[in-house]
């Protein structure tokens, strides 16, 4: 059970005496049963939220229910080969203000082939049909095979498809429903290598990626909920791991990012934007972790993200404007002692150590220095 009170600001650079509170529980089990080579997972889980927001525009109440279930089973065919398949429903409802619900359903049955070490080659080849009962019948499918060409050596690539079903208050809510919306679409694509030197303490990885979304909904002043942009995105990222010894571990990532936001206005024209909103170029990162005794830990964190692009819509001129966020670096540090055969942890979390100012959303403050810190006890 969660239940949470805070205060919003009115929009960029407003302050406001806005307040909401948001109340949720989520209660749910999780069965198995393991038979030699034949397994069945089961699951159940219920979420049931209610939200309040008070403001210039009075008080607006929202509620919903989510209920996901889940069962799949797996069977080992060979030493090679594993077969996985399952079955999701999900149901959504929420009220239409006339003591009335409106729901929305999602049954899914999937399939996954798993092949294993076949001289060297691994696969996962899945297969998934979502029955939607306002969009009929979807499917998606991911394909990730990988050859190790030694022990030291893997090339691995993936390729698949996504599918993104409206929410039911972009569809029928109160503020700017759209019934005629479209499910996103996506497709996926990686490709990478992975090496291990130094007697395997050393691992060196590189990927490419390549992702296209259609049919992205937004939200417009004019016309509520549309199906109005489309994204294509692409990027490299390469990452080390580094165990130096048993007291010192290492690790760094660099992240490559670009790509095409491409918005349709209600005209059919199109608008294309070089850099993808809020997401930086380049980021850089990097970790050092220390092991002085067996139940000490010791870790800091830093990371860099190049300047970002973002869009403000101006209250004065009632336009969409084009900004710049400037880059920024973030030093984390965390603690931790365990003793009493491990039954107790001291732990200790101090985030943006050097209380770097930087923005994250324009017009929107972001957290300075934080710490926290706690204990953890098992029995």
Known sequence: YSDYIGDYDADAFTDADNRFELRMINPGVQVRFDQDQFQINGG?????????????????????????????????????LQLLGGLNFQNTEMPDGENENINAEVLSPYTTL?????????????????????????????????????????????????FKTPTLSELFGPFGANPELEPQESRYFNAGVESYMLDQTLKLGVQYFNRQVDNIIVF?????????????????ELTADWI?????????????????????DATGSETTSDNLIRRPTHSVGSS?????????????????N???????????????????LDPYTLVNLYGEY??????????????????????????????????????RFNF
Do not use: C, M, W
Not at 220 to 236: H, I, K, L, P
Not at 288 to 304: K, S
């Open 220 to 236: 417009t002043s004019a016309g509520g909920f549309e199906n109005q942009d489309r994204q294509n995105d692409y990027g490299v």
């Open 338 to 375: 365990t003793f009493a055969n491990r039954q107790f942890t001291f732990f200790g979390d101090v985030r943006n150590l050097f209380n770097a100012e930087f923005t994250e959303i324009y017009g929107f403050n972001t957290t300075g220095f934080a710490a926290t810190g706690g204990i």
């Open 288 to 304: 050092v972790t220390l092991r002085p005794t067996a139940g000490t830990l010791f870790r800091i964190d830093a990371e860099y």
């Open 114 to 162: 798993y092949i294993s070490d076949v001289n060297g080659f691994n696969a996962e080849l899945g297969y998934r049909i979502n029955n939607h009962t306002e969009y009929g019948n979807n499917s998606t499918f991911n394909f990730a095979p990988s050859y190790n060409f030694t022990e030291n050596v893997k090339l691995y690539t993936s390729v698949g498809t996504g």
């Open 44 to 80: 159940y889980n219920l979420i049931r939220t209610e939200r309040l927001f008070d403001s210039e525009f009075g008080i607006n109440e929202f509620e919903g229910t989510l209920h996901n279930a889940d069962i799949y089973a797996t069977y080992q065919l060979s030493e090679v």
């Open 306 to 324: 190049s300047e970002r692009s973002d869009v403000f819509f101006n209250p004065v001129t009632f336009e969409q404007e084009d900004v710049t």
């Open 244 to 264: 130096v010894n048993q007291f010192v571990s290492l690790s760094g990532h660099y992240n490559f990012l670009d790509g095409e936001l491409t918005s349709v």
